[in-house]
């Protein structure tokens, strides 16, 4: 998900820092758009180091050389790839050029390229929010479908007393997030999730391991900030990017696995086992490397059941499971939901084509003690929204039993 952020050029410019954090925290990506007039208060090289995007200062860059091709069209390249376009702070301005379609530079020119949802967050001096002409702008803007984010009212930096200072940063990035049809619905829980294989290591070059991406899991991750929630993400060897906000935990081994998981298991309140986790270690590891002498022999031992263990060990917590099942996939995630004393478990039949392991895709069945819910195959944020759309349902369940004692 990417939000574009257009920052105008008030006082309150440097509030849009804290905003793209915020942002970053609930698992969106930001690219920054400055007016000419916003570089006066914030440097751009502070959004480009907070987003780890290119900041978008004009329409035409390039420190004098001639324009090209892609600057004289990124607009519409940025437009066709934002998911929605935030302005915060929007100056009086600003909202008047959006009002009469003025665009006489990036920000106003991509107001009018983008079909995304656009919410912007005014602030300016009291007088210029009560004008008349910037609440007629205002009305007209409204009923295009820009959605406004209204001021607060207070001592603003002129002096004067009232309305026109920007609304909080979490106001803002929660009429954003809802702009984008986000539910904040995990605000105040703290999901743990596991994620990617474990290696048992063999030699100092060789090791035991699985196909797991870890996609499943940092998609999770992803769908639970982008949902409120804080995000502590322990995961094996993996190749892809964690989501920006999430507290990452790197193991190798199940055992390390374990302990991370214990560790952080108090500062949980949901924990989603995704990991594969290798349910066999070497007995012994060879310090040097193994040899190629003929037939080999390995002595394993089982590895420490962790979710069976963390399910034991929760402290009101909902703990949902993950089965990767070739064969009996109902029946087999059943017993591991009634064995090991879980609230849900994801079932996935990673012997079919195409989804599972090393997928962008996946189909799964998810089942709690009381009912079962089939997700058919869809991309695996997709289905990681399904999954929390569970819990959450669990998690009414559970207050609702408190409420009522039954």
Same mark, same amino acid.
Request: proline residues 4%.
């Given at each position: 998900?990417?939000?574009?952020?257009?920052?105008?050029?008030?006082?309150?410019?440097?509030?849009?820092?804290?905003?793209?954090?915020?942002?970053?925290?609930?698992?969106?990506?930001?690219?920054?758009?400055?007016?000419?007039?916003?570089?006066?208060?914030?440097?751009?090289?502070?959004?480009?180091?907070?987003? =780890?995007?290119?900041?978008?200062?004009?329409?035409?860059?390039?420190? =004098?050389? &001639?324009?090209?091709?892609?600057?004289?069209?990124?607009?519409?390249?940025?437009?066709?790839?934002?998911?929605?376009?935030?302005?915060?702070?929007?100056?009086?301005?600003?909202?008047?050029? %959006?009002?009469? /379609?003025?665009?006489?530079?990036?920000?106003?020119?991509? %107001?009018?390229?983008?079909?995304?949802?656009?919410?912007?967050?005014?602030?300016?001096?009291?007088?210029?929010?009560?004008?008349?002409?910037?609440?007629?702008?205002?009305?007209?803007?409204?009923?295009?479908?820009?959605?406004?984010?209204?001021?607060?009212?207070?001592?603003?930096?002129? =002096?004067?007393?009232?309305? /026109?200072?920007?609304?909080?940063?979490?106001?803002?990035?929660?009429?954003?997030?809802?702009?984008?049809?986000?539910?904040?619905?995990?605000? $105040?829980?703290?999901?743990?999730?596991?994620?990617?294989?474990?290696?048992?290591?063999?030699?100092?070059?060789?090791?035991?391991?699985?196909?797991?991406? $870890?996609?499943?899991?940092?998609?999770?991750?992803?769908?639970?900030?982008?949902?409120?929630?804080?995000?502590?993400?322990?995961?094996?060897?993996?190749?892809?990017?964690?989501?920006?906000?999430?507290?990452?935990?790197?193991?190798?081994?199940?055992?390390?696995?374990?302990?991370?998981?214990?560790?952080?298991? /108090?500062?949980?309140?949901?924990?989603?086992?995704?990991?594969?986790?290798?349910?066999?270690?070497?007995?012994?590891?060879?310090?040097?490397?193994?040899?190629?002498? =003929?037939?080999?022999?390995?002595?394993?031992?089982?590895?420490?059941?962790?979710?069976?263990?963390?399910?034991?060990?929760?402290?009101?917590?909902?703990?949902?499971?993950?089965?990767?099942?070739?064969?009996?996939?109902? &029946?087999?995630?059943?017993?591991?939901?009634?064995?090991?004393?879980?609230?849900?478990?994801?079932?996935?039949?990673?012997?079919?084509?195409?989804?599972?392991?090393?997928?962008?895709?996946?189909?799964?069945?998810?089942?709690?003690?009381?009912?079962?819910?089939?997700?058919?195959?869809?991309?695996?944020?997709?289905?990681?929204?399904?999954?929390?759309?569970?819990?959450?349902?669990?998690?009414?369940?559970?207050?609702?039993?408190?409420?009522?004692?039954?």
């Amino acid at each position: 998900m990417k939000i574009a952020l257009g920052v105008s050029g008030g006082i309150a410019a440097y509030k849009a820092a804290e905003i793209l954090r915020l942002l970053q925290e609930r698992g969106v990506g930001v690219q920054v758009i400055m007016t000419r007039a916003a570089q006066e208060f914030v440097r751009p090289l502070t959004f480009a180091a907070l987003s =780890g995007e290119k900041v978008i200062t004009g329409l035409f860059e390039g420190g =004098g050389a &001639e324009p090209n091709l892609d600057s004289a069209v990124e607009h519409i390249a940025v437009a066709q790839a934002t998911d929605l376009l935030l302005v915060a702070p929007a100056t009086a301005d600003l909202i008047a050029k %959006f009002a009469h /379609g003025i665009a006489d530079d990036f920000l106003t020119t991509l %107001f009018l390229a983008t079909t995304a949802p656009v919410v912007i967050a005014p602030a300016m001096n009291v007088n210029m929010w009560n004008h008349a002409a910037t609440q007629a702008n205002l009305g007209t803007l409204r009923q295009r479908g820009v959605r406004v984010v209204e001021p607060d009212s207070g001592y603003l930096a002129c =002096g004067m007393t009232g309305p /026109g200072r920007l609304a909080s940063n979490e106001a803002i990035v929660a009429a954003a997030l809802e702009a984008l049809g986000v539910a904040a619905d995990l605000a $105040g829980e703290t999901v743990l999730v596991t994620a990617g294989p474990t290696r048992e290591a063999l030699d100092p070059v060789r090791y035991l391991t699985n196909r797991s991406s $870890g996609r499943m899991g940092y998609a999770l991750a992803e769908a639970a900030l982008r949902r409120g929630a804080r995000v502590i993400l322990i995961t094996g060897p993996v190749t892809i990017q964690p989501p920006a906000g999430a507290e990452l935990v790197q193991v190798e081994t199940a055992e390390q696995l374990r302990a991370a998981v214990l560790a952080r298991l /108090g500062d949980a309140t949901v924990v989603v086992a995704t990991a594969a986790v290798a349910d066999y270690t070497p007995r012994s590891r060879s310090q040097q490397k193994i040899k190629r002498d =003929g037939p080999l022999s390995l002595e394993l031992e089982p590895t420490a059941d962790i979710l069976a263990e963390v399910a034991r060990r929760r402290d009101k917590q909902i703990v949902v499971g993950f089965a990767a099942e070739t064969e009996n996939v109902l &029946e087999n995630a059943r017993r591991k939901l009634a064995t090991k004393s879980l609230d849900a478990i994801v079932a996935n039949d990673v012997a079919q084509a195409g989804i599972g392991f090393d997928s962008e895709r996946n189909a799964v069945t998810i089942i709690t003690r009381e009912r079962v819910v089939e997700v058919p195959e869809a991309g695996k944020l997709e289905v990681a929204q399904r999954v929390l759309d569970e819990i959450v349902r669990l998690r009414q369940a559970a207050a609702t039993t408190v409420r009522t004692g039954k």
